[in-house]
């Protein structure tokens, strides 16, 4: 049988780096989730991905247990390394951060492409771009 659903979170944390401290311990102590057990279990899958925010998504069930769900860097985390900026632009239109090729693009879709609403690269690829352009980054052939 399964078990009945309390509810679905959404954070974006740190990999390898959940602690008890608000965000983490403030929204899972409200659903009564073993926040030690959770931030044990986070840390340990994202190790290998310190440095970069990690979105997860996690249920949390009647029993207080919880299953959770890793999801790939924000859109914006990956294109502000590629091009080693810290910020996209405060004004996209007319100031430009940085130049990306449609090759750099295909590279991130890839990454990107499970998380999207998509299983194709091109369409990926567009939505990249979109993120891009919002940014302030330019895109040349």
Known sequence: MAKEIKGKLKLQIPGGGATPA???????GQQGVNIMEFCKQFNA?????????VPVVITVYKDRSFDFILKTAPTSELLRKKLGIKKGSSRPQE????????DDLTEIANIK???????DV??????????????GIE???
């Open 113 to 119: 492409l499970p998380d999207l609403n998509t299983i």
């Open 95 to 102: 100031e430009k951060v940085g130049t990306l090729t449609w």
């Open 139 to 141: 895109i040349v052939d």
């Open 45 to 53: 899958k994202t190790a290998d991905r310190k440095g970069q925010t």
């Open 22 to 28: 608000p965000p983490v311990g403030s929204a899972l």
């Open 122 to 135: 091109e369409q990926a690829k567009k939505i990249v771009a979109g993120t891009a352009l919002r940014m």
